[in-house]
């Protein structure tokens, strides 16, 4: 997809990952990538978490109870 991207290693060993690269991989501050080293090469994938905010209207609107809500967190 893009080759020869240039990153800079800075204090601590960080990098910034160019624009294009986590708009295509909709990466975010705070987002957690997998790093494995093999023949010589860093391999950084993306470990999304699905968050609730993800998920708001994808299944449209319905009411919830909110006593179902804590019975199943084994609140009550």
């Known amino acids: 997809m ?7 290693i800075r ?3 960080r990098i910034t990952l160019p624009i294009e690269v986590r708009e295509a991989l909709a990466l975010r501050e705070g987002d957690k990538l ?27 609107t ?3 109870d909110i006593k179902e809500v804590e019975e199943a967190a084994g609140k009550v």
């Not at 893009?2 to 800079?8: F, G, K, Q, S």
């Not at 978490?49 to 449209?60: E, F, P």
């Open 34 to 60: 997998e790093l494995t080293v093999e023949k010589g090469a860093i391999i950084l994938k993306p470990k999304h978490a699905l968050r609730v905010r993800d998920l708001k209207g994808v299944l449209g």
């Open 11 to 13: 204090d601590k060993g």
């Open 62 to 64: 319905f009411e919830v």
């Open 2 to 8: 893009w080759d020869n991207l240039e990153v800079v």
